[in-house]
């Protein structure tokens, strides 16, 4: 009877002890990933303008072509939100961001128009004194600005610990270039003439990268990201009419960006 009894405290004692064990906080940061987040981030971007200008006569015919390519590079900031789903050590989900930059091209950028060319037949002559005035070049100054851009991605990953994801990301882009600049020749009578022209476009694209992510917290994270983001190519208009030659310009732009940037993530 008594080793009865004492087999019996012994088996109430080990379910005790089970219960308890099992009663114990877990660790919340190793739970699942699925979620919708709120987010973050800083970092830097190396962007690239590409252009290639066309010199076009009211006529039609074109008379000169030039390219140039110049960096806009510069500091990014913005905000993201997604969503994940988790399945064992895989992850997907989609995610969107926004970022405002102060990416500015390159202000001496220019396309020349050869005078030969863009300034053939002018007299060149002075008016009030008759004295020939050396022809000069048609020259343009060719400014350019990335004042925001966004993407809108889906999301692949795994989990390579509980608590660190490896994952690809890719999608499309769209963002706000502003283009500026001026086109100098002379009228006909020699006198140096100046038109400027602005314009700006909200631009379609791509963007391709990849990146990783720690949870540290149950609903923190923080990231690492890399991002290539094409604006994708676009056409910019231009007149110089006061020229000797009335002068259109037509510039395909292509606008490109790598990014580097950190972030923060809040998981509800």
């Known amino acids: 009877m008594r080793s009865k009894l004492l087999g019996g405290v012994a088996v109430l004692a080990l379910l005790g002890a089970v219960d308890g064990a099992s009663a114990q906080p877990v660790n919340r940061v190793a739970d699942g990933w699925t979620g919708l987040y709120i987010g973050a981030n800083v970092g830097y971007s190396w962007g690239r303008s590409s252009d290639f200008a066309n010199f076009v006569s ?28 988790q399945a064992g050590n895989w992850l997907w989900g989609w995610e969107m961001d926004f970022q405002g930059t102060d990416q500015k091209g390159d202000a001496n950028t220019r396309f020349i128009c050869p005078a030969v060319v863009c300034q053939a037949g002018n007299p060149g002559t002075t008016f009030g004194t008759g004295a020939a005035a050396p022809l000069a070049v048609v020259a343009t100054t060719f400014n350019q600005k990335l004042d925001w851009f966004g993407t809108l991605r889906g999301r692949v990953g795994a989990l390579v610990a509980p608590n660190v994801l490896l994952y690809g990301t890719a999608g499309l882009a769209f963002g706000r270039v502003e283009t500026s600049g001026t086109i100098t020749g002379q009228n006909g009578g020699g006198t140096p003439t100046g038109t400027a022209f602005a314009s700006h476009s909200t631009r379609p694209g791509w963007t391709a990268g990849g990146g990783a992510e720690w949870r540290f917290l149950d609903h923190w994270s923080c990231k690492i990201e890399y991002l290539y983001v094409d604006l994708m190519n676009d056409k910019i208009f231009a007149a110089g009419p006061v020229n000797f030659i009335p002068v259109n310009l037509v510039v395909n732009s292509h606008v490109t960006d790598n990014i580097l940037r950190v972030g923060a993530n809040y998981r509800f």
């Open 58 to 85: 009211p006529a039609g015919p074109t008379l000169a072509t030039a390219s140039a390519k110049f960096d806009m590079n510069g500091v990014i900031g913005g905000g993201q939100t997604g969503y994940n789903v």
